[in-house]
């Protein structure tokens, strides 16, 4: 038998200077287990100032991270999610026996049941913010081009489209009604009346309204400084005897403006809108002293009678009346139409019918002489009609 393939094995005592292979292998392990324990050993004692620092450095930050998640880690268990969970965990927990319930197994299944809580408010409140899921990215990037086509057709779809009947307004709440002017009063005959100023004196107004006159018509102002001293009692004796009154300013454009003028004697009239009052009269008349129209230009003279009726009507409300004879008017107004709307008291005499002026369609008042005689007065006095009727003659006055 060959002695190196012997299985026999050789006794020590044989083999003192002589190693078998597995101790020449244990020789090797054993000294590089030994290269490298020396050089973990190294390795550490190199680290080992470096982990201190870092141990130093985040030994506060872990602190202030607990403190941060200590009331969070509260609120987390008082979240009823973890209660609820807590609360169905419990009872099972507390039929194991002792050793279990001590047992570190046990103890893990209540942190892991913790965790698992905690992990459930997570994803309650991570799918309240975070963002799309993969698959609703993956829809939008679908839909994107189809919205798209969908956006770029809809104008040619709307021009296509029938355009829609226009619906009836919304009924809207009916205007205020406005006052109505009162229907025109009915023709009537003729009615008679008179004026008069401070030369007719001391009048028996009752004996004038048995005469039959229904109206009058008293001087109040002339032009800058003249008021007639017995208007007053003219005035209001008329009204008391029943007549209806109106006042008259005698007109001098030359000696003041209109304003002033117009001023005087609307606070000499004291009108009065009761229904007896005619609406306050602007006597035109030649310049008594030169018979032209006191060095007025006819424009001048047509702006200044526009200046007093425009303040008669701010105070009263009312269009004032126009006294005119039709070569006054021809003359020094131009035969205007300017004041069409205004009544006309129309000053002509000595004929059956007067001519109305140009810039008049008719006239209303008509002094048709002035030597008339009337009951109540003495002396001579203008006579004059109003031919509207007497119903009119009180509308006017209303």
């Keep these: 038998m060959n002695p190196e393939s012997s299985d026999q094995p050789r006794s020590p005592e044989n083999n003192d200077h002589a190693s078998t292979p597995n101790e020449a292998t244990d020789r090797g392990l054993r000294s590089a287990a030994l290269r490298d324990d020396q050089a973990l050993r190294t390795a550490v004692d190199r680290v080992r100032p470096a982990a201190h620092r870092v141990g130093e450095w985040l030994a506060p930050l872990i602190q ?22 807590r609360e169905r965990v419990a009872p099972h927990v507390d039929k194991l026996p002792e050793s279990v319930r001590r047992a570190p197994r046990t103890r893990s299944m209540q942190v892991g049941a913790a965790v698992a809580a905690v992990g459930v408010v997570s994803l309650v409140i991570g799918s309240a913010t975070s963002g799309p899921t993969e698959t609703e990215v993956h829809e939008a990037a679908v839909e994107a ?20 009947q226009a619906q009836d307004p919304a009924p809207q709440a009916a ?20 004026d008069v100023s401070n030369h007719n004196g001391d009048i028996d107004w009752r004996q004038v309204a048995a005469d039959g006159k229904k109206f009058t018509f008293v001087l109040a102002t002339d032009g800058t400084s003249f008021t007639n001293p017995r208007y007053s009692e003219q005035y209001h004796g008329a009204k008391d005897a029943g007549l209806i009154a109106g006042a008259y300013h005698f007109a001098r454009p030359g000696s003041s403006s209109a304003e002033v003028q117009a001023e005087r004697f609307l606070n000499t009239a004291d009108y009065q809108s009761d229904g007896k009052t005619l609406p306050p009269v602007l006597d035109l008349e030649v310049d008594p002293n030169s018979g032209g129209c006191y060095g007025l230009s006819v424009s001048e003279m047509q702006l200044w009678t526009k200046t007093f009726n425009d303040k008669v009507k701010e105070r009263t409300g009312k269009e004032p009346i126009i006294y005119a004879n039709p070569s006054f008017w021809r003359q020094c107004m131009g035969g205007t139409d300017t004041f069409a709307g205004h009544p006309l008291w129309l000053a002509s005499y000595e004929v059956d019918s007067p001519a109305v002026p140009g810039g008049f369609s008719d006239w209303d008042f008509w002094q048709y002489t002035d030597k008339g005689k009337v009951a109540g007065i003495g002396g001579s006095t203008d006579l004059n009609q109003y031919q509207q009727g007497f119903e009119r003659l009180k509308q006017l006055a209303g």
């Design 175 to 194: 205007p205020a009604p406005q006052a109505q002017p009162a229907p025109e009063a009915p023709l009537g005959p003729p009615v008679e009346g008179i």
């Design 145 to 164: 081009p189809i919205q798209q086509q969908q956006a770029q057709a809809a104008p040619e779809q709307a021009a296509q489209a029938p355009a829609p």
């Design 64 to 85: 202030r991270v607990l403190q941060w998640l200590a009331p969070l880690l509260q609120r987390i268990q008082e979240a009823p999610v973890v209660r609820r969970l």
